[in-house]
């Protein structure tokens, strides 16, 4: 795990923060922020930067739990939840509001790395997924895109599919742009027409 990491600590309790601390600091890492009041967390947050969150908390209700793991961006940065008490519907929020690692039964000093390695690891993963599913619907949209612009070229020219990709490529090396970008052109074009 990168021990130069930015980590902000959401704990109420002064000497189960310390604990934290100490353990997060044995491991190497310097720059910590404990956050004790859970009101400002967003704010806190932004102002710091941090590259992971650690929120502690005995007995989240899932508004609280929601709300926590919102403040605390689990788009944009791994988030890890340690709570004494779960249930089901509690484990599922958590998930769903984008938590990567909720370890039920505390946070214990010895724990803290290895949940922290796996919260880094897991977020990386989604990260990559999510990157993945974007790409493949912009994809899917061009390619939408270039079987209308297709269509329109078979209609206009009376040619087959092939000679209309083959036209709609060579106005897109001719101009210097994308396929898709000729093709999106081409389908506004004459929805402005019709």
Avoid: C, W
Wanted: zero cysteines; proline letters at 3%.
């Amino acid at each position: 795990m990168n021990t130069d990491l930015a980590i902000i600590v959401v704990e109420a309790d002064r000497d189960r923060a310390l604990e934290i601390v100490d353990s997060l600091r044995e491991a190497g890492h310097a720059r910590i922020q404990v956050i004790a009041e859970p009101s400002s967390l967003r704010r806190q947050i932004q102002s710091f930067e941090p590259d992971i969150v650690l929120i502690d908390m005995s007995h989240p209700s899932r508004d609280t739990l929601e709300e926590m793991a919102l403040a605390s961006g689990p788009l944009d940065r791994p988030v890890a939840m340690f709570v004494d008490k779960s249930d089901d519907a509690l484990t599922s929020a958590a998930i769903e509001a984008g938590v990567s690692a909720y370890v039920v039964d505390g946070m214990r000093a010895d724990r803290v790395k290895p949940v922290l390695d796996a919260a880094i690891a897991r977020f990386r993963m989604f990260q990559r997924m999510r990157t993945e599913l974007a790409e493949t619907k912009r994809a899917l949209e061009e390619r939408k895109v270039i079987d209308r612009a297709k269509g329109l070229v078979m209609k206009a020219r009376g040619v087959d599919e092939d000679q209309a990709y083959a036209l709609l490529r060579k106005a897109a090396m001719d101009q210097g742009k994308r396929l898709a970008d000729v093709a999106e052109a081409l389908v506004n074009s004459v929805g402005l027409l019709s």
